[in-house]
């Protein structure tokens, strides 16, 4: 791209993408793709025209510094006649754009950086944009105030994604409803190691520096990416007995921060146990590989269901880990359409663990239902602030109305339909958007579908879309 096509603004450009539609005939007749889904919580997550159908991202990080580079390679499939479209990066030095191996000419307002293509691409077609980026990825502060993006840590840094975080270290369609595989590659100064999602498949190191090379297979929502530079206690193992794994077992590709390795080491060890519990509750796992990522003690403040090997900040408890390891089903392999289905992720990951705790010898889920229903605002003042299906606005996405409202309304599923025709209920999800997306209407046709004699109207009414704290009954 040369500099002055940077320069010109993105309405600039579309314009001349309007102006060389009109003026070519015979041509390919493409118009700019959409700069988002419109989603309702995050209206510019995501671009419409296209679907990747692959990611490979080059990359490179050196702590001192704090300075990425790297090369992303999309796949991508035209859904639309294109003259233009759009992906998603926030911060960072584009400093050139190819589309099928050509020059491209691209510019940037906000998060989207616009590109053209030399030539127009037909509906359907498939192609690769490439782009080359580097240097001092972002952190962002989400509407709620948490902390995503690139999180630099005391020996390294760390990428986490939900909801918008991403396309702080690489450029892509940023929304949940485009999943794809991923190959990424990372190099780092010899010494630290770098870990990201699916199977380490190679890692070599020479000049003082060490590249390893990460494998997902199975489709990832961009926001279950993730990449931990620094210093970790590497375990890995096999959990046999896990349906679809090779004969070998389950592989299981655990990193722990030093300072955690003690304490994070004891809860691990219940891992295989809670990996085997899952498949029993929920079904065959969906993904090639588990494990963990156990940064120091404050590093990001919250853990996240980063596909394979969730990320915890400091030592988990059995709970955390549950949860986390519950969503790799509810949440990334079954994954929202759009950031407002938030519920149908943190309703399943809460009342797992309320399953777990009825499995081994702690409350039964009614209790724990009984409880937050009586006592329940004590504990989480804004529990009866908005319906788990409608959350009140982006910066509320990830309160208790979402988990534990949200649990409470598969729970009054379970009392509605009964324990056996229940757990029956929850494996039937998870297989039937297995890889895929869903939202709440596919959520409630599929509930009214396995139970046809039973009325859910109050349910739905009441405790998924009501407002207010709902009748017991
Ligand atoms: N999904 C995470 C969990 O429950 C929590 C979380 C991290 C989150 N970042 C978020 C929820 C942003 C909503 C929005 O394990
Ligand atoms: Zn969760």
Request: glycine fraction near 10%.
């Amino acid at each position: 791209m040369s500099r002055s096509a940077q320069l010109v603004p993105a309405t600039a450009l579309l314009l001349v993408g309007a102006l060389a539609l009109t003026a070519c005939d015979g041509g390919v007749h493409g118009t700019p793709g959409g700069s988002g889904p419109r989603d309702p919580y995050f209206p510019k997550s995501g671009n419409g025209g296209y679907d990747v159908t692959h990611y490979a991202l080059d990359l490179a990080y050196d702590p001192d510094g704090n300075r990425l580079s790297g090369t992303a390679t999309l796949t991508a499939r035209a859904t639309d006649d294109l003259s233009a479209f759009d992906l998603d990066l926030d911060g960072l030095d584009v400093k050139s754009v190819t589309v099928g191996g050509d020059k491209a000419r691209w510019n940037r307002t906000g998060q989207e950086l616009t590109v053209r293509p030399h030539d127009d691409l037909d509906e359907g077609r498939t192609f690769r944009v490439t782009v080359r980026y580097s240097g001092t990825p972002r952190t962002i502060t989400d509407p709620d105030g948490s902390e995503e993006g690139w999180l630099p840590t005391e020996d390294g840094a760390v990428a986490l994604g939900e909801p918008t975080g991403s396309m702080a270290w690489f450029p892509g369609n940023h929304h949940p409803s485009d999943k794809a595989p991923y190959d990424l590659t990372i190099t780092v100064p010899e010494g630290l190691q770098a870990v990201s999602n699916g199977e380490l498949t190679a890692s070599r190191t020479s000049g003082g520096r060490t590249t390893s090379t990460w494998h997902t297979a199975e489709p990832m929502a961009s926001y279950l990416a993730t990449l931990a530079i620094g210093d970790y206690d590497i375990r890995r193992s096999t959990i046999p007995g896990i349906e679809g794994a090779s004969d070998g077992g389950l592989p299981v590709y655990t990193a722990v921060d030093p300072s955690e390795a003690a304490a994070s080491r004891k809860v691990l060890a219940q891992l295989p146990g809670i990996m085997k519990w899952a498949q029993a509750a929920f079904g065959p796992y969906p993904f090639s590989s588990t494990g963990a990522i156990v940064d120091r003690q404050g590093d990001a403040g919250y853990a996240l269901e980063t596909q394979n090997r969730p990320y915890f900040p400091g030592t988990p408890d059995t709970g955390t880990l549950v949860h986390e390891l519950a969503h790799q089903w509810f949440g990334d392999s079954v994954t929202p359409k759009t950031w407002r289905d938030m519920w149908l992720n943190e309703g399943f990951a809460t009342y797992a663990e309320w399953l777990w705790t009825e499995d081994h010898g702690g409350d039964s889920a009614q209790q724990t239902f009984d409880a937050l229903y009586d006592h329940g605002d004590d504990v989480y003042d804004d529990l009866w602030d908005f319906p788990p299906a409608k959350p009140s606005s982006a910066a509320h996405l990830s309160d208790s109305p979402v988990y534990q409202r949200g649990a409470m309304v598969l729970h009054k599923i379970r009392q509605t339909v009964g324990d056996k025709a229940f757990a029956a209920l929850v494996r039937g999800w998870a297989a039937a958007h297995r890889h895929g997306n869903a939202d709440t209407d596919d959520f409630t046709t599929y509930v009214e579908h396995q139970a046809p004699d039973k009325d859910f109207t109050p349910i739905w009414d009441d405790w998924l879309y009501g407002d207010g704290k709902p009748e017991r009954a």
